[in-house]
């Protein structure tokens, strides 16, 4: 079955850098895009970007333009996004998620819970 | 800051038919095909509805989708105890060059 398992909670400081990791199984990790999206405590969904597993190739928000960058290493079907300059507003629950061939996300991870506190 | 706008919350008794409502634009849901998640409280979001009016295998048909223009809607019929939840509307937003999310809907069983 499919199953997308992410890395474990974060307590980071103001400015500095987060990385999250998502392995994938239970299907070929280079058909299917990888989406990140997150989730600030009490409020909605905020999409990231995207990265074809394949070729590697990404597309982020523009909120996050410059701060965000998302990897891969196919040899262990894992995907990465790490975040920098981090500040207080993002402090959220960070969701790695499998899109489909309609762009809908039919598999989403079990979220990673990133603090930013001093 | 969403660009697909849902009315805060929804209600009714179980049994009764709620609908929930996602207005966008042309450039993602004029353009795109729009998905719907269910998201129960402190778990990750799951897929309800694709391709506009799609469901996924192991979903019941009392839920069901539709698009109109630049705007979409949810329907949840014979409404039960398990259907308290989060809804999120989705599309791909052409202008933005990425997904875009709703606002979200709670909804709420009487």
Same mark, same amino acid.
Request: glycine share 8%.
């Given at each position: 079955q499919v199953q997308l398992v992410q890395s474990g909670a974060e307590v980071k400081e103001p400015g500095a850098s987060v990385k999250v990791s998502c392995k994938a199984s239970?299907?070929?990790?280079?058909?299917y895009d990888l989406y990140w999206v997150r989730q600030a405590p009490g409020q909605g969904l905020e999409w990231m970007g995207w990265m074809?597993?394949?070729?590697g190739n990404t597309g982020y928000a523009q909120k996050f333009q410059g701060r965000v960058t998302m990897t891969r290493d196919t040899s262990i079907s894992t995907a990465y996004v790490e975040l920098s300059?981090?500040?207080?507003?993002?402090a959220a629950v960070y969701y790695c998620a499998r899109a489909a061939g309609y762009r809908e996300i039919d598999y989403w991870g079990q979220g990673t819970l990133v603090t930013v506190s001093s | 800051q969403s660009v697909l706008t849902q009315p805060p919350s929804a209600s009714g008794t179980p049994g009764q038919r709620v609908t929930i409502s996602c207005s966008g634009s042309g450039s993602n849901i004029g353009s795109n095909l729009i998905n719907w998640y269910q998201q129960l409280p402190g778990t990750a979001p799951k897929l309800l509805i694709y391709n506009n009016n799609q469901r996924p =295998?192991?979903?019941?048909?009392?839920f069901s989708g539709s698009k109109s223009g630049t705007s979409a809607s949810l329907a949840i019929s014979g409404?039960? =105890?398990?259907?308290e939840a989060d809804y999120y509307c989705a599309a791909w937003d052409d202008s933005l060059n990425g997904q875009v999310f709703g606002t979200g809907t709670k909804v709420t069983v009487l």
């Open positions: 239970g299907y070929t990790f280079t058909s074809n597993p394949n070729s300059s981090l500040r207080s507003e993002d | =295998s192991g979903v019941p048909d009392r409404l039960q =105890s398990d259907d």
